[in-house]
């Protein structure tokens, strides 16, 4: 298994190209299932999760011709499982489930089970399918499917779910009827996909709001997209800047989808330049402690909690972190702790109390995020940090190492 080994304490200067977003990409990449023929995908990131996605499409009976855009044929989609392996590996998996019984009226795909960050389960993307007609049995640890036909209703959702949103949007677009989601997911990914299926033939409105009216169609066309820039990898980076006290310009993105980023990292001392397509991230000597919420969309996104946390061991002062939408998105705490982090944890928010300096350790991460924030705090620590586990990384940082040292970072990756 590779490290990544970080010899800290640089300020990193200089610009990070933003890759596409793993987010978007996901659901876009399921939604080709929803019409035969050629889509052709531009800005399809290179991560694992999007080889994941792929694996599944392939199982399906859709091929590919690699390169950018990535062109996926979909008239040869036969399969309609997703199976345990895939699924375990990538819980974003269960978003063929809309498209897959949306087309052919009948999946199996697996329950995806509990995951290192909460227990995560579906059961409002299930109960929403059923309010469109569809049959749900649970067998065998896989979710069964099937249908005669999908007819448009209301749905309302208990919490703004994104996968839940994205998995009924592409259901009811080729429902019969009017289908109405309440208290839909507003994060940008999911404007991005309804964006992607009006370009298909599907007729959306209201995405990025928490009422989204779908008319059903009776067929859709094969798509050509361009995937947009990722806010979190964005996000990331410009707190890179704040963190090393650096000054990072990323591009391309779009500001406003990080704009409860933004505000925080202001008020913890950061100045900001902001373009159409770009912003610059400047770090400040004193980093100042500051109190966050993670919320939906358009609060402060749980997939920067972590990296911000490892910002807030640096600070002068003290943080207040609550984490609002998984029970378990913490575990990076005991790692940053071993870096010489003072954070004690009460329910769902850490109390952060900055210190001068952190060390470098080896660490390891259980998730995603956690490993991000892990590679932050390895940034701006004395001595070396080595981060195992680089899996998780992968699943969603293009080329982070490239990136990293193209701005200065000493950075590497090493067979274990
Ligand atoms: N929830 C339910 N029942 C459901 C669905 C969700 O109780 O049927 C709960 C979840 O347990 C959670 C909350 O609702 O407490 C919100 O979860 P949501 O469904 O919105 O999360 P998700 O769709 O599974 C996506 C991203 C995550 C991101 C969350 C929140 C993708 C592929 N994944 O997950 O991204 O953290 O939204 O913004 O879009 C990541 O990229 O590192 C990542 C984990």
């Not at 011709?65 to 392996?85: I, K």
């Not at 703004?160 to 507003?186: F, H, Y």
């Not at 994060?187 to 991005?192: A, D, M, S």
């Not at 100045?271 to 980093?287: A, K, L, M, R």
Request: charged residues 20%; aromatic residues 4%.
């Amino acid at each position: 298994m590779d490290k990544i080994i970080i010899e800290g304490s640089r300020p990193l200067n200089g610009t990070v190209p933003i890759s596409g977003a793993k987010n978007a990409a996901l659901p876009i990449l399921a939604a080709t299932l929803l019409a035969g023929g050629v889509h052709r995908l531009h800005n399809i990131p290179l991560l694992r999760d999007i080889r994941t996605a792929k694996t599944l499409l392939y199982h399906l009976g859709a091929t590919f011709e690699e390169g950018d855009p990535l062109s996926v044929h979909t008239d040869n989609v036969d399969g309609q499982e997703a199976p345990y392996d895939l699924v375990k590996t990538m819980r974003a998996s269960v978003l063929v489930l809309g498209p897959l019984v949306a087309r052919f009226k009948k999946a199996r795909v697996s329950l995806p089970g509990g995951c290192a960050i909460g227990a995560r389960p579906i059961n409002l993307h299930l109960g929403g399918l059923e309010r469109l007609g569809v049959n749900i049995e649970l067998k065998h640890g896989y979710v069964e499917a099937s249908a005669k036909r999908l007819s448009g209703n209301h749905i309302y959702f208990d919490i703004p779910t994104v996968t839940g949103t994205a998995n009924l949007m592409m259901a009811a677009v080729l429902a019969e009827g009017q289908t109405i989601l309440e208290n839909a997911a507003r994060e940008p990914e999911v404007v991005e996909l309804a964006r992607c299926l009006i370009s298909m033939g599907g007729s959306i409105q209201g995405a990025g709001t928490s009422v989204i009216t779908i008319e059903g169609v009776s067929e859709l066309r094969p798509m050509d997209h361009t995937i947009m820039p990722d806010r979190i990898e964005a996000a990331t980076y410009l707190t890179a800047a704040g963190i090393t006290r650096g000054s990072i310009t990323i591009t391309p993105c779009i500001p406003d989808h990080i704009e409860a980023v933004i505000h925080k990292l202001e008020q913890a001392g950061m100045e900001f330049q902001i373009s159409d397509d770009s912003i610059t991230g400047i770090g400040n000597e004193v980093i100042r402690g500051i109190d966050i919420k993670t919320n939906p969309y358009p609060g402060f996104p749980t997939d920067m909690q972590a990296q911000i946390m490892a910002m807030m061991c640096l600070a002068q002062g003290q943080s207040i972190i609550t984490e609002k939408i998984f029970e378990n998105r913490f575990m990076h705490v005991s790692e940053l702790k071993r870096m010489g982090a003072d954070i004690s944890i009460e329910g769902n928010t850490a109390i952060v109390r900055g210190r001068p300096k952190l060390q470098g350790a080896p660490v390891m991460a259980t998730d995603l995020r956690a490993s991000a924030s892990l590679v932050l705090a390895g940034l701006a620590a004395e001595g070396v940090t080595e981060v195992s586990r680089v899996y998780h990384l992968d699943r969603g940082y293009t080329l982070l190492e490239e990136k990293l040292s193209a701005v200065g970072a000493r950075i590497d990756r090493v067979k274990e």
